[in-house]
């Protein structure tokens, strides 16, 4: 659809929400293994929390959201139906990859070099799957 008026949006991604098991559980995979920075976590209620993550260098904030119906839970660890659903690029690939892999990530595959760069994709402790991404080798 074309906006009639011919102007530019001015949207940007602000966040998105993740769904994860426990606020701990996702605050431990973020932080801990992937270095991203809590930029917020404020009790909401008894059960409800608004935390958020950024990654290391910026980008969109991720909102931790746990559960609260049947559908939700079960959809944790598949919230790309199976696809890899989210990417990470790292300038020096080799150094993150050695990293994560020490910490105990789930890689999935050897790493590849695709005319896009370097790519290998790992499984979060939570089921999804991502990319690591870095430039041409």
């Known amino acids: 659809m074309t ?11 602000q966040f998105f929400s993740f769904l994860v098991p426990t606020y701990e559980a996702g605050i431990d995979f973020f932080i801990d293994v992937l270095g991203f ?8 209620s008894e059960t409800k929390r608004w935390v958020r993550v950024v990654g290391p260098a910026g ?5 931790l959201v746990v559960p609260s119906t049947e559908r939700q839970t079960n959809a944790i660890g598949s919230q790309t139906g199976g696809k890899v ?3 990470l690029y790292a300038e020096d690939f080799s150094a993150e990859y050695d990293r994560l892999k020490a910490l105990g990530l789930d890689f999935q595959e050897a790493v590849r070099n695709e005319a896009y760069g370097q790519v290998c994709v790992f499984r979060d402790p939570f089921g999804n799957l991502w990319d690591l991404l870095g430039p041409p080798s």
């Open 37 to 44: 920075t809590l930029i917020e976590n404020t009790k909401q």
């Open 3 to 13: 906006d009639p008026s011919g102007r530019k949006s001015g949207l940007k991604l």
């Open 59 to 63: 980008g969109g904030e991720i909102l």
């Open 85 to 87: 659903g989210f990417f």
